[in-house]
Structure formats: structure tokens, C-alpha cells
């Protein structure tokens, strides 16, 4: 027996193109149909409440069954809406963890339960991730009875730290569906709640400071009940404002907040209560002086996290100086003003020493401090000084140009003139020594001062002088001078023992006799009109004097001894006889007498 083979050709190119293919893409393909059936998610377990009051949170337990192969685990609890679309309540947290192998999870799903009352579908989607979507695998249906939630009366105050109320404080609530409220004053809420929910209440209140206090809370409906009260992060902040020296002074204070500053002026004694202010806030208190225009003197930046007290040091400095002259004496009355004036007025106090007393005056800045006295004399002294007040204070004092003048009266002969009554600047000040010297004290400098000087009720000289640091004495000359006679005979000869009186309107002033050589000399005569009379007996001549004649010559018509007098028509001034007519009235009156006596004589002889 002959066996035969059969002789086979070539494989058809066709067939070897199949089998190609079979063998590169048959590995894909299972691999894909292998992972595709192999991964897997089942909802192996669920606990639901059958009923739950609208917006009350629900609470579904459940266990997934899970096959996988690297890749994601995914689980959605979806509601179904009236349109027949359905709406995500709930999805796992952990959805992103790649997960291989089997086993099982469990999760607590929360969400809320709808707002109005109605029987709701939900379904719970097991699901995986492959390649760019989910893929569900079970699906597990459930109902949730809604009911209409039980409302609670919740009743609260909205206070500070202290328990006093903020008036209009604002209140969020979340959820806030089926919710009614009703603010009423003093801070206070009425909230109806419906039961068996948790609520987050925010409230919000803005202050004077332009910045709000938070504060929130959350709990049921009965929890927030017993609280009665919300105490609110706002508390008071008191301030003492004190000086250099540690004593208090009512400071203007700005106490910033963000964004608005608010200014209060509600000082007393160094202590300012600024209430209500919302902590945890960061500030700028300012200090100024004198009033909130002025300068800050002060402040500080504070970070508030409880009510507290806060003392600011402020930059006010009080010192004390003298007024005085050039002589170191002390100005009563002068008046001190400042440049820039940052000092109040009732801060410059003048004690009864002739100190000035500036309290609370900014330190650190250079002022211009004009002092100014008024005298007696209506002229007032003035001095400027620019200065600190620290450096002001290391003074002690500031000199007025101020001093005593000296006026010296003297004659035309340069003689003191004693009792001489002066009048300075209209006002009379007294009488001269008897060195003819009277000193005015007090009188302020670089001012032009009219001085007259009067004797025996005289005006005898007068002047207008100005007085400066370089010039504190006067020297007046007084119109009062000598006045020298010399009385003559006819001939010119002296005549000693001539008695002369010097007379002002008839009245006789002085008296005096001639010397040996015929004058007589009347001293410190007050300048004026005179007359002059000469007597010789039985000579008798006078002369006029005008107003400042210092010396004159009074003839009297007397021949010298050792010749016969002879009549001359010779004459003085004024009422001077010639001698021939006094022979002849000598004569007349001789005879008279003589038979007078004669007559007398005869009657008594006939008796």
C-alpha cells in the first residue's frame, strides 16, 4: 500500500494578511472586552428615611461593591425633578481615588430635603470611570415623604460685651426658605424656624468708627432658643490723655477707623470713653491740640481684640516765666501772645507774682512769643522772642526794654534846680531834689515822652525827648537865671546902700542893697517880667525888666561928695527926678511949713 501526499503551494496572500491581523489586534480587543466586563459597582446596601420635614438635612447610610481594575469608584444620589430631569444631591467625596481589586465602602450622604412638601424620587447611581466617562452599573430607587416642617420661636438680643444693645444690627440666615423674621427695637429679633433643621445665623452691625462687627453662629432651632442673647466682638475703649509731666489735659482725639475716621471732643479730666467699638480691628488714635484743628500732639496704632484702657503720652509742655525790665524787676500786667497760637486762651494765666504761667503748650515747636506792658505813661514796651518752649523754659525769663529815666533840671547856669514840679507825658510825677534830679521808673524804652518843668506855678521849661537803651537821662534847662543891678549916681559913681526890690505885677518878690561897688544881685529868679526899683534918700528911680533880662543899671541923679550939685536935666528912665526941681520943691515946702508954724503962733498969743 503506496501513500500519497499531497502537495500543497504557496498560502494565498489574502489569507496571510487575515492572519495577521487576527494575531495584532485580538490582545486589544480582549483587553478591552475584558475590562469593560470585568469592572464592576454594586449598591449592596442603603438606608433611607421614608419621610423628612422640608429643608431638614437627610441622612442616607450606604455600602457599595466595587470590582476594579485601576480605576475610579463613583457614587451620585440624584432627585427627580417635576420635568423628569433629574438633579445631583449628593456625590462621594472620594470619587478621585483609583481603587484595583474588589471590595467594599460604605459613606454617609447628607443633603437637604426640599422646601416644599411632596413625595420625591431619588435614585443611587454605582458607577466607574473608563476611558473618558462614567459608566453606571446599578442603580437603586427610593421615596422621601417631605413634610411641612413645625416652626420654633427663637427670640434674640443682639448685645456688646456688656450687655448693652446695637441697635440695628443685621441678621443673615442660611437656609433661610420657610423662615420668618421680625426685627424689633433695642436690638432684638423674633425668628420662626422650622424644626429639625441646623441654621447659620450671621449678624452684621456697623459702628460710628466706619467699620462692622461680625459674629455667627449655628445650631437647631431649640439650641438657639436658649440663648436668648448674641453677644457681639464690641467693647469700649477708654483713653487718658496726659502731658509731658504725667497730668491729664481734655485733648481732641481722633480715633480712626477703617475707612472713615470719627472725631469725638468728649473729654473730661484726661478721660475719654469711646464705646461700642467693633474688635478685632486695628486703629489709629490721634491726639490734638488745641482743638481738632490744630496739631497732633500725640497717638498711637492699637490692635483691639478686648475692651481696654490706653494712655497717651501727649507732647504739651508747661512752663512758668517772668516779665521783667532791664533792672530784672517784674512787669506786672503785661500780655504775652503766641505765634503760632496753639495755646488756649485760659492757658495763659498771670499769677500774682508777675509770672506767666503757659500751661499745655505743644512742645518740639519754635513759636514767636510777643510780650507787651503798657505803662502808666499810655506808651507800651514790646519784646519778641523766638523760641521752644523747652528753650523758653531754660529762660526763665524775658527782659522788656523797660527802665528808669533820670531828669535833671538845671538853670541857664547850669545849676540844679531844687522843687521844680515835672510833668511827664501829661501826667505829674513829682518834684525835683535838691540835686534838681527826679527819677520816673518804669518807662518803656524807644518811645518819645513830652516833659515840662513848672516852679512856683511857672512853666520854666519844657522838652520832648526820646529814650532809648542808649538814652536814659534828660538834662532840662529851666528858665531861671541871676538878675544883677547896678545902681548909679549922675555922674556914674557907684552908690553903696542903695536899697533895691525886684518887683513881679507891683508885688515885691525880693529886696536887697547895694554893694560897694553899687550892685546887688538877686539869684535863681524865675524867668519872667520884673521891675526893678533903686532908693537913695530921698532918691528913688526905677527900670522895667523883660523876660529873660539877666542884668541892668538904675541911675539915680546924685552928685558925688566933693562937687556942688547942680541942676541937670539929666534923667533915668522910667520915673527918675531932676535934681533942680527937687531944690525948688525943698524949698516951697520950707516956706510953707515955716508959716504955718508963724500963724500958729500969733492965735496963741491973743488968747
Same mark, same amino acid.
Given at each position: 500500500?503506496?501513500?500519497? *501526499?499531497?502537495?500543497?503551494?504557496? +498560502?494565498?496572500?489574502?489569507?496571510?494578511?487575515?492572519?495577521?491581523?487576527?494575531?495584532?489586534?485580538?490582545?486589544?480587543?480582549?483587553?478591552?472586552?475584558?475590562?469593560?466586563?470585568?469592572?464592576?459597582?454594586? @449598591? @449592596?446596601?442603603?438606608?433611607?428615611?421614608?419621610?423628612?420635614?422640608?429643608?431638614?438635612?437627610?441622612?442616607?447610610?450606604?455600602?457599595?461593591?466595587?470590582?476594579?481594575?485601576?480605576?475610579?469608584? #463613583?457614587?451620585?444620589?440624584?432627585?427627580?425633578? &417635576?420635568?423628569?430631569?433629574?438633579?445631583?444631591?449628593?456625590?462621594?467625596?472620594?470619587? !478621585?481615588?483609583?481603587?484595583?481589586?474588589?471590595?467594599?465602602?460604605?459613606?454617609?450622604?447628607?443633603?437637604?430635603?426640599?422646601?416644599? &412638601?411632596?413625595?420625591?424620587?431619588?435614585?443611587?447611581?454605582?458607577?466607574?470611570?473608563?476611558?473618558?466617562?462614567?459608566?453606571?452599573?446599578?442603580?437603586?430607587?427610593?421615596?422621601?415623604?417631605?413634610?411641612? &416642617?413645625?416652626?420654633?420661636?427663637?427670640?434674640?438680643?443682639?448685645?456688646?460685651?456688656?450687655?448693652?444693645?446695637?441697635?440695628?444690627?443685621?441678621?443673615?440666615?442660611?437656609?433661610?426658605?420657610?423662615?420668618?423674621?421680625?426685627?424689633?427695637?433695642?436690638?432684638?429679633?423674633?425668628?420662626?424656624?422650622?424644626?429639625?433643621?441646623?441654621?447659620?445665623?450671621?449678624? !452684621?452691625?456697623?459702628?460710628?468708627?466706619?467699620?462692622?462687627?461680625?459674629?455667627?453662629?449655628?445650631?437647631?432651632?431649640? !439650641?438657639?432658643?436658649?440663648?436668648?442673647? %448674641?453677644?457681639?466682638?464690641?467693647?469700649?475703649?477708654?483713653?487718658?490723655?496726659?502731658?509731658?509731666?504725667?497730668?491729664?489735659?481734655? +485733648?481732641?482725639?481722633?480715633?480712626?477707623?477703617?475707612?472713615?475716621?470719627?472725631?469725638?471732643?468728649?473729654?473730661?479730666?484726661?478721660?475719654?470713653?469711646?464705646?461700642?467699638?467693633?474688635?478685632?480691628?486695628?486703629?489709629?488714635?490721634?491726639?490734638?491740640?488745641?482743638?481738632? /484743628?490744630?496739631? !497732633?500732639?500725640?497717638?498711637?496704632?492699637?490692635?483691639?481684640?478686648?475692651?481696654?484702657?490706653?494712655?497717651?503720652?501727649?507732647?504739651?509742655?508747661?512752663?512758668?516765666?517772668?516779665?521783667?525790665?532791664?533792672?530784672?524787676?517784674?512787669?506786672?500786667?503785661?500780655? *504775652?501772645?503766641?505765634?503760632?497760637?496753639?495755646?488756649?486762651?485760659?492757658?495763659?494765666?498771670?499769677?500774682?507774682?508777675?509770672?506767666?504761667?503757659?500751661?499745655?503748650?505743644?512742645?518740639?515747636?519754635?513759636?514767636?512769643?510777643?510780650?507787651?506792658?503798657?505803662?502808666?505813661?499810655?506808651?507800651?514796651?514790646?519784646?519778641? %522772642?523766638?523760641?521752644?518752649? +523747652?528753650?523758653?523754659?531754660? $529762660?526763665?525769663?524775658?527782659?522788656?526794654?523797660?527802665?528808669?529815666?533820670?531828669?535833671?533840671?538845671?538853670?541857664?547856669?547850669?545849676?540844679?534846680?531844687? #522843687?521844680?514840679?515835672?510833668?511827664?507825658?501829661?501826667?505829674?510825677?513829682? /518834684?525835683?531834689?535838691?540835686?534838681?534830679?527826679? @527819677?520816673?521808673?518804669?518807662?518803656?524804652?524807644?518811645?518819645?515822652?513830652?516833659?515840662?518843668?513848672?516852679?512856683?506855678?511857672?512853666?520854666?521849661?519844657?522838652?520832648?525827648?526820646?529814650?532809648?537803651?542808649?538814652?536814659?537821662?534828660?538834662?532840662?534847662?529851666?528858665?531861671?537865671?541871676?538878675?544883677?543891678?547896678?545902681?548909679?549916681?549922675?555922674?556914674?559913681?557907684?552908690?553903696?546902700?542903695?536899697?533895691?526890690?525886684?518887683?513881679? +505885677?507891683?508885688?515885691?518878690?525880693?529886696?536887697?542893697?547895694?554893694?560897694?561897688?553899687?550892685?546887688?544881685?538877686?539869684?535863681? %529868679?524865675?524867668?519872667?517880667?520884673?521891675?526893678?526899683?533903686?532908693?537913695?534918700?530921698?532918691?528913688?528911680?526905677?527900670?522895667?525888666?523883660?523876660?529873660?533880662? $539877666?542884668?541892668?543899671?538904675?541911675?539915680?541923679?546924685?552928685?558925688? &561928695?566933693?562937687?556942688?550939685?547942680?541942676?541937670?536935666?539929666?534923667?533915668?528912665?522910667?520915673?527918675?527926678?531932676?535934681?533942680?526941681?527937687?531944690?525948688?520943691?525943698?524949698?516951697?515946702?520950707?516956706?510953707?511949713? #515955716?508959716?504955718?508954724?508963724?500963724?500958729?503962733? %500969733? $492965735?496963741?498969743?491973743?488968747?
Amino acid at each position: 500500500m503506496v501513500e500519497r *501526499v499531497a502537495r500543497r503551494g504557496p +498560502a494565498p496572500a489574502y489569507l496571510i494578511v487575515t492572519i495577521f491581523i487576527i494575531l495584532h489586534l485580538t490582545p486589544l480587543f480582549t483587553a478591552e472586552v475584558y475590562g469593560y466586563y470585568h469592572n464592576d459597582v454594586k @449598591i @449592596i446596601g442603603y438606608d433611607v428615611p421614608s419621610t423628612a420635614v422640608a429643608g431638614q438635612t437627610v441622612l442616607v447610610q450606604l455600602t457599595v461593591w466595587y470590582r476594579l481594575d485601576a480605576t475610579k469608584l #463613583g457614587v451620585v444620589i440624584s432627585r427627580e425633578l &417635576p420635568d423628569g430631569s433629574w438633579e445631583r444631591v449628593w456625590y462621594n467625596p472620594d470619587y !478621585e481615588l483609583m481603587r484595583s481589586g474588589q471590595g467594599s465602602v460604605s459613606y454617609v450622604a447628607n443633603f437637604p430635603a426640599p422646601d416644599r &412638601p411632596n413625595n420625591y424620587r431619588y435614585a443611587i447611581h454605582g458607577m466607574y470611570w473608563y476611558g473618558n466617562e462614567w459608566v453606571t452599573t446599578d442603580v437603586k430607587y427610593f421615596y422621601i415623604q417631605v413634610q411641612q &416642617p413645625q416652626e420654633v420661636l427663637v427670640s434674640l438680643t443682639v448685645t456688646d460685651r456688656r450687655g448693652r444693645p446695637l441697635e440695628g444690627a443685621r441678621l443673615t440666615i442660611v437656609p433661610d426658605s420657610g423662615v420668618r423674621t421680625l426685627a424689633e427695637p433695642g436690638g432684638s429679633f423674633k425668628l420662626w424656624l422650622p424644626a429639625n433643621r441646623v441654621y447659620n445665623l450671621s449678624f !452684621e452691625w456697623y459702628s460710628m468708627y466706619g467699620v462692622p462687627a461680625r459674629f455667627s453662629i449655628s445650631g437647631r432651632p431649640y !439650641e438657639l432658643q436658649a440663648l436668648g442673647r %448674641v453677644l457681639m466682638p464690641v467693647d469700649d475703649v477708654v483713653l487718658r490723655v496726659v502731658d509731658l509731666e504725667g497730668r491729664p489735659v481734655d +485733648a481732641a482725639v481722633v480715633f480712626g477707623g477703617v475707612p472713615v475716621p470719627f472725631s469725638v471732643e468728649m473729654i473730661v479730666g484726661g478721660d475719654v470713653i469711646f464705646q461700642q467699638v467693633p474688635l478685632y480691628y486695628t486703629y489709629k488714635i490721634s491726639v490734638l491740640w488745641p482743638d481738632l /484743628s490744630g496739631v !497732633e500732639v500725640g497717638g498711637t496704632t492699637l490692635y483691639l481684640d478686648a475692651g481696654t484702657s490706653v494712655t497717651l503720652s501727649a507732647a504739651l509742655r508747661s512752663l512758668g516765666l517772668s516779665v521783667v525790665d532791664r533792672q530784672g524787676r517784674p512787669l506786672t500786667g503785661a500780655r *504775652v501772645s503766641i505765634a503760632p497760637n496753639l495755646v488756649r486762651p485760659d492757658d495763659i494765666q498771670l499769677r500774682p507774682d508777675a509770672i506767666f504761667t503757659l500751661l499745655r503748650i505743644p512742645d518740639g515747636i519754635t513759636y514767636d512769643f510777643t510780650v507787651e506792658w503798657t505803662s502808666p505813661y499810655g506808651t507800651t514796651a514790646r519784646a519778641l %522772642v523766638r523760641d521752644t518752649p +523747652a528753650g523758653l523754659q531754660a $529762660r526763665r525769663s524775658i527782659t522788656v526794654p523797660v527802665d528808669d529815666i533820670t531828669l535833671n533840671v538845671v538853670d541857664f547856669d547850669g545849676r540844679p534846680v531844687a #522843687g521844680a514840679a515835672i510833668t511827664f507825658a501829661g501826667q505829674d510825677i513829682g /518834684s525835683t531834689d535838691n540835686q534838681g534830679i527826679l @527819677i520816673v521808673g518804669q518807662v518803656p524804652l524807644d518811645n518819645d515822652y513830652g516833659i515840662t518843668v513848672n516852679k512856683e506855678g511857672v512853666e520854666v521849661g519844657s522838652d520832648r525827648v526820646r529814650f532809648t537803651a542808649a538814652k536814659t537821662s534828660a538834662t532840662i534847662k529851666a528858665d531861671i537865671y541871676d538878675i544883677t543891678v547896678l545902681v548909679k549916681g549922675a555922674t556914674g559913681q557907684p552908690l553903696t546902700g542903695a536899697i533895691v526890690e525886684l518887683r513881679k +505885677a507891683g508885688a515885691v518878690i525880693k529886696t536887697g542893697a547895694t554893694d560897694e561897688r553899687g550892685q546887688v544881685r538877686f539869684e535863681k %529868679v524865675i524867668g519872667d517880667d520884673y521891675t526893678v526899683e533903686a532908693r537913695f534918700d530921698p532918691f528913688i528911680a526905677s527900670r522895667n525888666l523883660p523876660k529873660g533880662t $539877666r542884668n541892668t543899671v538904675v541911675m539915680l541923679d546924685i552928685q558925688p &561928695p566933693t562937687r556942688t550939685a547942680t541942676p541937670t536935666t539929666a534923667a533915668t528912665q522910667g520915673t527918675e527926678a531932676a535934681p533942680s526941681t527937687l531944690l525948688i520943691i525943698g524949698v516951697i515946702i520950707g516956706a510953707v511949713l #515955716g508959716l504955718t508954724i508963724a500963724l500958729i503962733a %500969733v $492965735r496963741a498969743g491973743r488968747r
